[in-house]
T-cell receptor, first 115, second 112 residues
């Protein structure tokens, strides 16, 4: 079945630094990738939608300059948290879709802790 | 605006008992509904979607447009069903086409 690999699974960084999270579709081409943020025992909040080769579409309230998304190929999307602050600490999850009417495959998530 | 509501944050049942996880939605168009499950320390995985009308791991869910509900049911819960369950709605059109809106999630605990 479709597999999405997300790395790193866990990262601790200092306040003010940037962190890059990678999301790769291993055995299919992901035309669309979604990035979510999940708070402890709470729902997934969609941050942005990215289509290969075009700019990401950010949800209301999500700072596009802080959460940089790149979807340069059909198998790779990256989320860079720039100038991270402790309030950015969270669980970030990516999801890939082969087409809008198809299914979604989720990554295993990245636990970001900003100290 | 579109919304998915799972009224129960926590649900506990004993093994062998029936279980129903509630999901209600608010959507102006024709929705596509999903149930996702997240076992401890694992990624989200699809449990079922309403258009396929299939039963997975003994779970079923029927879309009731009159009541705008998509409750998840299983007649006899098993301990391995303990997990976080999310109801989700896929937007069928407009600028949000293809996006998923998730409910708040329900943590199901099945006691032995």
């Amino acid at each position: 079945g479709a597999v999405v690999s997300q790395h790193p699974s866990r990262v601790i960084c200092k306040s003010g630094t940037s962190v890059k999270i990678e999301c790769r579709s291993l055995d299919f081409q992901a035309t669309t990738m979604f990035w979510y943020r999940q708070f402890p025992k709470k729902s997934l909040m969609l941050m942005a939608t990215s289509n290969e080769g075009s700019k990401a579409t950010y949800e209301q309230g999500v700072e596009k300059d802080k959460f940089l998304i790149n979807h340069a190929s059909l198998t790779l999307s990256t989320l860079t948290v720039t100038s991270a602050h402790p309030e950015d600490s969270s669980f970030y999850i990516c999801s890939a879709s082969q087409g809008i009417s198809g299914g979604y495959t989720f990554g295993s998530g990245t636990r970001l802790t900003v100290v | 605006a579109q919304r998915v509501t799972q009224p129960e944050k926590l649900l506990s049942v004993f093994k062998g008992a029936p279980v129903e996880l509630k999901c209600n939605y608010s959507y102006s168009g024709s929705p596509e509904l999903f149930w996702y499950v997240q076992y401890s320390r694992q990624r989200l995985q699809l449990l079922l979607r309403h258009i396929s009308r299939e039963s997975i791991k003994g779970f079923t869910a029927d879309l009731n447009k009159g009541e705008t509900s998509f409750h998840l049911k299983k007649p006899f819960a098993q301990e391995e069903d303990s997990a976080m369950y999310y109801c989700a709605l896929r937007h069928a059109g407009g600028t949000s086409y293809g996006k998923l809106t998730f409910g708040q999630g329900t943590i199901l605990t099945v006691h032995p």
